[in-house]
């Protein structure tokens, strides 16, 4: 909060201190106002100022452990005037649209981004609900995870968050089913085989050893699982909403600092690294050609662009530079590979039996899910039968929801920052996760076997492009839902052999582990106690799981959906990591400085005061505001108390506001607490 004058700036400690000596000479003045400030609080507990000399006796105990209580605040300064301003020149803020054809190709791309995580989950989650051998049923399920994807961003981008951002399947509750599938009571069965694995001299018709991959009754067995974890999946979901919708993910996240998040996204790529050395061991040679090829276009070539063509009524026919290898080097190493494998396939380079080394590289393998599957299929509620719940996986899966909500806020405030916009109001954020909820529920409703979270890749590509437009990721959306109903176009992806992707494991995987360390980066590295909970997090994060895995009947107290709880959620490196974190981080005594809180509550502070009677509120209003409701919202009052309207008042900024006092040095001091306020005028 500024003063009258607006030229009041920041003061550091040393220079309040300073102040407090130089008014000593007046300490009979000031004396006889700390008198009467402390009659008015102690006869009546709404008045919101605290006496000076309380505040600067407060500011001189800062390094012992009262930062929790005091917060200095700076001056907004990025606009020069006091205004805010935007911190990175875009091409397209979030309410424009770019011309149709550049839209287009704007959107493709985000598509093309997204595409490959997407993929991922699917081929990680078949073989533990036995469809590895179907791959029509693998077609069909990753056309209904891209056409959820697709709405869901429509939802997000219309009347959520309302940013430039795409939401799509999730890791973090991927690693969860894929412990609770590795229970023993949902083993696979060992009889399940293709048509081309079994002896031709069988007499199918009298056949009952076998159940044929892609059959009826092997149909059921996979469809089966997936009701398992579907209505799990829609009751994790209900959670969400909650916490979207009751406006309590803000004061959920005073708890959560970065050493809870730190083993929890670091655990989550871990916990995957089985699945890339499977598929990267059926052809090292291949795999490690598509690793190199990935660090080559991303790290070595990425400052490089090619000359393209393009075309504009304006200007016409023109040669620009495109930084392809920045923005596609994912894409680029895996169609390269394909191409290679497709050649060495068809010239007999990789053999045809089986049993033989590279016969997983070959491309046809899988070409019975192009030949199979239907050209069309919209997939609807209950396609997989009626979902059924079970404890012990949801439980499992409400600590996926939290490391996605979490995951979620920070990707809101770097897209936010990127496209050009304001950061988002609590009101929006709110309303963003609210979306998510419902997104996760509809992924569950509909059997995707997984939820919905937004996605950091592409946040990166708005960053790089330079372009906020909410217009090319509805554009984007469309193409999910199109490509999604498109089932051959799903089935022919399928067909990348398994080495290939195993390279892109070892590539998407390894940057969750990086992602998780970066938290870490406002931590005091130097902190005893950091250095014990960081680390006896981690190491315990990875060792439960394993003692699990290796003693898969050792929680034994007498009732079996108790024991499957325990034992998923201690299956769940995750959620071992991550709770301990969290318990040891919130129990163990130390500063806010240290804990790497001080960076995220500033952060919070700065917002705040962006969002005062300076801010730029038509940018507030063409970024967040729901669209078309602004009559009905300002019409009927009760709306304003919903956590999720933008009529919505924050009652953290508007206690903030009415705590700050400003004494003669042009410090604003906040108090946290009103009983606090009280204890220490009393006290003075």
Request: neutral net charge.
């Amino acid at each position: 909060m500024a003063n009258d004058s607006g030229k009041a700036g920041p003061l550091s400690q040393q220079q309040i201190i300073t102040d407090k000596k130089s008014l000593t000479n007046n300490h009979s003045d000031t004396e006889t106002n700390h008198r009467s400030n402390t009659e008015m609080n102690h006869h009546s507990h709404t008045t919101d100022f605290v006496p000076i000399d309380t505040c600067l006796d407060e500011l001189n105990q800062l390094n012992t452990g009262l930062q929790e209580e005091v917060v200095q605040i700076d001056e907004p300064s990025p606009g020069g005037n006091g205004e805010w301003k935007e911190e990175v020149e875009v091409a397209y803020r979030v309410d424009e649209t770019p011309p149709f054809g550049l839209c287009l190709l704007l959107a493709f791309q985000h598509y093309i981004s997204m595409f490959i995580a997407t993929l991922t989950i699917p081929i990680l989650l078949a073989p533990v609900i036995c469809m590895d051998a179907d791959n029509v049923g693998k077609s069909e399920i990753t056309g209904t995870l891209f056409v959820a994807s697709g709405v869901i961003t429509l939802l997000q981008t219309s009347i959520g968050i309302r940013l430039p951002i795409v939401q799509a399947g999730t890791f973090a509750l991927l690693v969860p089913t894929l412990s609770y599938f590795n229970l023993p009571e949902w083993k696979c069965p060992s009889n399940i085989v293709t048509l081309d694995s079994v002896n031709q001299t069988i007499d199918f018709g009298n056949e009952t050893s076998y159940i044929i991959a892609g059959s009826e009754e092997h149909k059921e067995i996979w469809k089966s699982r997936l009701r398992e974890i579907q209505g799990s999946i829609m009751c994790a979901a209900l959670f969400e909403i909650f916490l979207g919708a009751s406006g309590i993910v803000g004061k959920m996240l005073r708890f959560v600092g970065p050493l809870s998040i730190f083993p929890t996204v670091t655990l989550l790529g871990l916990s995957l690294f089985r699945s890339a050395a499977a598929m990267a061991a059926k052809h090292w040679w291949i795999c490690g050609a598509t690793i190199l090829l990935m660090m080559a276009f991303s790290q070595y070539l990425h400052r490089f662009s090619i000359p393209c063509g393009f075309y504009s009524r304006s200007t016409g026919c023109r040669k620009q530079r495109f930084p392809i290898f920045k923005m596609f080097p994912i894409i680029l190493a895996i169609v390269i590979m394909w191409i290679i494998c497709v050649i060495l396939t068809e010239t007999g380079v990789f053999p045809d039996a089986p049993d033989q080394s590279g016969y997983a590289a070959r491309t046809d393998l899988r070409l019975d899910a192009i030949y199979s599957s239907p050209w069309f299929r919209i997939p609807y509620p209950g396609q997989w039968g009626m979902p059924t719940v079970s404890l012990s996986a949801l439980c499992a899966l409400l600590s996926g929801v939290l490391a996605t909500t979490v995951e979620s806020v920070g990707d809101y405030h770097a897209c936010a920052k990127l496209a050009g916009a304001p950061p988002p109001p609590l009101h929006a954020v709110n309303r963003g996760i609210l979306i998510e909820g419902i997104g996760t529920f509809l992924d569950g409703l509909v059997g995707t076997g997984n939820g919905t979270t937004s996605t950091s890749i592409n946040v990166g590509v708005v960053g790089i492009t330079k372009v906020g437009s909410r217009r090319v990721i509805q554009i984007s959306a469309v193409f999910m839902v199109l490509f999604g109903v498109f089932t051959k176009f799903g089935a022919l992806f399928i067909t990348i052999p398994d080495p290939i992707i195993g390279g892109a494991f070892f590539i998407l995987f390894g940057m969750i582990v990086a992602v998780g360390i970066s938290s870490l980066q406002h931590v005091d590295m130097n902190s005893g106690r950091n250095l014990f909970i960081i680390g006896f997090s981690l190491f315990t994060g990875l060792a439960v799981p394993q003692w699990m895995l290796a003693n898969p009947a050792a929680i034994q107290t007498g009732n079996k959906t108790i024991d499957n709880v325990f034992t998923v959620l201690l299956s769940t490196g995750m959620f071992v990591g991550g709770f301990i974190g969290f318990v040891l981080d919130n129990s163990i005594a130390g500063t806010i400085e240290e804990r790497g809180l001080l960076y995220w509550k500033n952060m919070r502070r700065r917002a705040e005061k962006s969002h005062s009677s300076r801010y730029l509120k038509e940018r507030l209003s063409a970024t967040y505001n729901l669209p078309f409701m602004d009559k009905v919202l300002n019409r009927f009052r009760v709306l304003r108390n919903l956590p999720f309207c933008h009529t919505y008042a924050d009652s953290e900024i508007a206690e903030s506001s009415s705590c700050c006092f400003r004494n003669t040095a042009g410090c604003c001091v906040m108090r946290q607490k009103a009983t606090q306020q009280n204890r220490l005028t009393e006290d003075s």
